[in-house]
């Protein structure tokens, strides 16, 4: 990703071997669906936030190893699972597994993960990193559940949607963070404030996801651009068009989101008419006060190469093209 890995490549070669160690399965069907996916050039934020928080606060042993790939896996599954609820294509520039080997494989591929992930967590036997799991992975469903329920729904409010992607995304980064301060035994205090960076590192990432989906190119975001308003993602660039603009542009929003198939011309004007009115903007602002906030969380911590990385970690957020 950037500069801020370099300094746990040891860490991430070993994470790539302990993937393919993890994942073993006597069904050959689903180890090559499993590979294709976790091995489809994803960026490994997550498994890096463990890897990075962990060494923050510490931890000198190898466990952070096996929780990193376990945190890829529970994030892999949801990507298995949300491109069946989206219908999903393509996703990192490949075709999906749902297109390839269809719904009934993805949706069990997925379940196998997530069982996996248990699975592994229960031969640690760590108990408050198995909680923290456990609640996130609840909060991922739902997270799911909430998107679905509002799908289409322009009275969507800036609530509505950061319970979403709180859920969806951000719990996940947390999870992954407060890990590190698990395994570093570290205090109530500094083990919330990792949670906080990371969940707030999660709100920015999802939010620049959503804006790129109206300013990125298909070649560069590994999916079709515009594939939120293609599915009725009510993203926050929308919400701030229909919350402040006038009838006119409010009306055609809501006609061209409950449409059943919207065109490259339909997709055009609404992205001028977010990029004219703000919507873009007003999101890359709320970009830079998240990660403002997750920087913040870091202060409790004294300096060190790790607390450097973890920085620029989230300065990337928001220069990320994809």
Known sequence: MSGFTEIIQKDLDQLEASIDELMSTRVTYIKEIVTYIIKSGGKRVRPVLVMLCSKLCGYRGKKHIPYAAIIEFIHTATL?????????????????????????????????????????????GNNEIQKTISQVTTALSEGEILEIVKTADTETTENDYYEIIGNKTAVLFGAACEIGAI??????????????????LGIAFQLMD??????????????RVGTDLNEGKVTLPLIYVLENTGDKYKAYIEKVVTKRRITKRDFE???NIIEKTGGIAYTLAATEDHLD??????????????????????????????
Do not use: Q
Not at 98 to 112: A, I, K, M
Not at 210 to 223: A, E, F, I
């Open 293 to 322: 906030k997750a920087k913040k969380y870091l202060d409790i911590f004294p300096s060190s190469r790790y607390k450097t990385a973890l920085l620029e970690l989230a300065d990337y957020m928001l220069k990320r093209e994809m």
């Open 80 to 124: 298995l699972h949300d491109d069946v609820v989206d219908n999903a294509k393509t996703r990192r520039g490949l075709s999906t597994v749902n297109t390839v080997w269809g719904n009934e494989p993805s949706v069990l591929v997925g379940d196998f993960l997530y069982s996996r992930s248990f699975e592994l967590m229960s031969r640690d």
């Open 269 to 271: 004007r609404v992205r």
């Open 210 to 223: 959503d804006v790129l989906d109206y300013t990125s190119y298909n070649d560069v975001l590994g999916k």
């Open 183 to 200: 395994l570093g035994n570290k205090s109530n205090n500094e083990r919330k404030a990792l949670k906080n960076f990371g969940y707030n």
